[in-house]
C-alpha cells in the first residue's frame, strides 16, 4: 500500500519542519526526492540522512520569492531528476501584524512567497506531468486559511488562496490523470511550539477535540496517501488534519 517507487518527488521548503518530514515519508515509500528551500546547509543535512539510509535525495536551492526566476532555476536540476512525478508544496513564511499596522511589504512577501511562489514552481511542473499523463500535486494550506486568525490577514489570505488555486486546477488537470489537493494542518508540534509556554499550551490542546497538537508525522502520513495510486479518485479536495480543531 502507498508503494511510490519509481516515482520522483519535489517537496518545497524541505529543510526543516513539516516539509522536511514529507519528503522523508515520500523517501520511505519508494519515491526520489528532491528537497527544495533556500538553505542549503540544511537541505544537505537531510539529504544525508536519507542517503545514509538507502534512499535517494537530492538538496536543490529554490527561492519562492522569484517567481520569475523559479522555472529557470527548475531547468538546472540534473537530467534524471527533472521529471517529477508528485508536488508537494510546503514552503511557505508568516509576517504577522494586525491589518491596520502591517505594512505593503508584509502583506505582499507573505502572498509572494506563499501563494505566487506556489503558482510558479506548479506551472513549471506540471508541464512535464501532463505530457506523461500522470501527476500528483499537493499544497500545504493551513486551518487558518480556513477559519481565519487575529494578526494573520495576509498568512490567512495566501493560505485560502491555495485552496481556490487547487480547486480550479484540478478541473484543469483532471483529464491529463493529475490529481491537485490541498492538507490544511492545525497546531503542529515545531520548535516554535515547543517554546510556548506551558499555559498556553494546555489552552491550544484544550481547543483541539483529540487534545494534542497534530505532529509533522501527522501531515507527512496524510502527503504520502495524496500521493499514491489509491488516492487516484481523489481530486480538487482539502484535506483537513486538525484534530477536529475545525469541523
Known amino acids: 500500500m502507498f ?73 538546472q536540476l540534473p537530467e534524471g531528476w527533472r521529471n517529477v512525478d508528485v508536488l508537494v508544496n510546503n514552503a511557505g513564511i508568516t509576517d504577522d501584524n494586525l491589518l491596520v499596522r502591517m505594512s505593503v511589504e508584509q502583506w505582499e512577501r507573505v502572498i509572494r512567497v506563499n501563494l505566487t511562489g506556489t503558482y510558479a514552481v506548479t506551472k513549471a511542473v506540471t508541464r512535464g506531468m501532463m505530457r506523461r499523463r500522470w501527476g500528483r500535486v499537493i499544497s500545504v494550506s493551513s486551518v487558518v486559511g480556513l477559519m481565519g486568525n487575529p494578526g494573520q490577514t495576509n498568512y490567512a489570505a495566501a493560505k485560502a488562496g491555495l485552496v481556490g488555486f487547487s480547486k480550479a486546477l ?18 503542529v508540534t515545531t520548535a516554535m511550539t515547543e517554546s510556548l509556554a506551558e499555559a498556553t499550551r494546555v489552552d491550544l490542546e484544550a481547543a483541539i477535540p483529540l487534545g494534542r497538537l497534530g505532529s509533522v508525522d501527522d501531515i507527512a502520513a496524510a502527503a504520502v496517501y495524496l500521493a499514491s495510486e489509491e488516492a487516484g479518485y481523489v481530486t480538487g479536495h482539502v484535506l483537513n488534519v486538525s484534530g477536529g480543531m475545525y469541523i
Not at 535517494?56 to 532555476?73: N, P, Q, R, T
Not at 478541473?171 to 497546531?187: H, W
Request: proline share 1%; aromatic share 2%.
Open 170 to 187: 484540478a478541473r484543469e488537470l483532471a483529464s491529463r490523470g493529475i490529481t491537485v489537493n490541498v492538507i490544511a494542518p492545525g497546531f
Open 3 to 75: 508503494d511510490l517507487s519509481g516515482r520522483t518527488a519535489l517537496v518545497t521548503g524541505a529543510s526543516q519542519g513539516i516539509g522536511e518530514a514529507v519528503a522523508k515519508k515520500l523517501a520511505e515509500g519508494g519515491a526520489r526526492v528532491v528537497l527544495a528551500a533556500r538553505s542549503v546547509e540544511n537541505l544537505e543535512r537531510v539529504a544525508a540522512s536519507l542517503t545514509a539510509q538507502g534512499r535517494e535525495a537530492l538538496a536543490f536551492e529554490l527561492d519562492l520569492s522569484d517567481a520569475e526566476g523559479v522555472a529557470a532555476s527548475l531547468k
